[in-house]
């Protein structure tokens, strides 16, 4: 079945237990994470991720983890990213076999009109698809204002309207802002605060200066300038969540962007697909990252970066030395091609 942008909050907040696959596409791959962690929320399920490659050796493969019980029991959701054709014989085995335990969510790109895993999904009514598109405009507000109230925030339209601005709209780096202002503000579900403008000038995205050159800098693999510029930040150690949090954005900005490569798009189209989101004196050296990083290695990098950030986070005082070491060992992995 086809999902509508109107039915597909409630379809995955209120999982239908009839359905055993969901495919989120479509050129936000934010949105479909998003969407995808909202189900498993909803189920309260643990991640089970199974490789594409994988499942085109071994088609009926998919059906046994979708019926396999989790190691400490309840609930998995088996999850498949990035999603490709090889995965279409394992998602017909799996929609025209018999009842399972646990759902399976893809997460693709853009997907033709002709793709046979999309006319499988669509067709089936144990499965569901759902295309997503950025947001704009008040319907990227929602967005935030929608995020933030799961966070404990309160967001007027105003302030909903800076913080997508300076998001470029983009959902995951919308939620990764609004958790940092969550925890700036001591807000949470069961004590939720007002979100204004001094907390966003006071951590939020546009105010967190040049620190993106870092990590372009650690994701080129330019030790030599990298070094350079850790030098130059100021001590005390106040510039690294800041860091941090640059890199994250240029993570999230490349892993779809590198998975569309490795689904077959030409490395000239995907950047062309970046259009607006990267400044163009930026663009050959973003070229040159994703064609130095493959999906798996960015992958690991952002949960390196991820558990960074908490250790940061929740540091008395940010070290300075763990975020220069981190830098340096992710431009020595991105010389390793």
């Known amino acids: 079945m086809r999902s509508s942008k109107q039915a597909i909050g409630r379809a995955v907040d209120q999982p239908n237990p009839q359905v055993r696959f969901y495919l989120f596409h479509g050129p936000d791959g934010a949105q479909s994470r998003g969407l995808a962690e909202r189900l498993r929320e909803a189920l309260g399920a643990t991640k089970f ?39 279409e014989d394992a998602v017909v085995a799996l929609l025209d076999g ?45 967005m ?14 105003p302030v909903a309207a800076r913080i997508a601005a300076n998001c ?13 202002f969550s925890l700036y503000v001591d807000a949470s579900s069961h004590s939720p605060k007002e979100l204004d403008h001094e907390a966003i000038d006071a951590v939020g995205v546009d105010s967190e200066g040049d620190f993106l050159r870092l990590a372009d800098l650690a994701l080129s693999g330019d030790v030599a300038g990298l070094t350079l510029e850790l030098e130059r930040l100021p001590p005390g150690g106040a510039a690294a969540i800041p860091v941090v949090r640059s890199l994250q ?20 189209a995907v950047m ?15 070229a040159r990252m994703l064609s130095n990083w493959d999906a798996e290695r960015l992958a690991r990098v ?33 010389r390793r091609r």
């Open 49 to 87: 991720t199974v490789l594409a490659a994988a499942l085109k050796s071994d088609p009926v493969s998919l059906a046994d983890e979708a019926s396999a019980m989790s190691l400490f029991g309840g609930k998995r959701l088996v999850w498949i990213e990035p999603a490709t054709k090889d995965i």
């Open 98 to 142: 018999p009842e399972t335990e646990n759902p399976v969510v893809a997460i693709a790109g853009q997907l033709p009109r002709t793709s046979g895993l999309l006319k499988a999904v669509e067709s089936c009514p144990l499965a569901l698809a759902f295309a997503a598109y950025a947001p704009e405009g008040q319907e990227a507000e929602r």
């Open 144 to 157: 935030v204002v929608d995020l933030g109230r799961r966070v404990g925030l309160k967001i007027s339209g």
């Open 168 to 180: 470029s709209n983009d959902q995951a780096i919308v939620a990764q802002e609004l958790q940092k």
């Open 249 to 268: 954005r240029r993570l999230l900005m490349l892993a779809p962007a590198r998975a569309s490569v490795e689904r077959g798009e030409s490395p000239d």
């Open 272 to 286: 062309t697909s970046l259009g607006k989101s990267v400044f163009w004196k930026d663009k050959p050296q973003i």
């Open 302 to 334: 952002a949960e390196r970066t991820g558990q960074l950030e908490r250790s940061l986070i929740f540091s008395p005082a940010p070290e300075q030395a763990a975020l220069g070491e981190e830098l340096l060992a992710i431009a020595r992995e991105a």
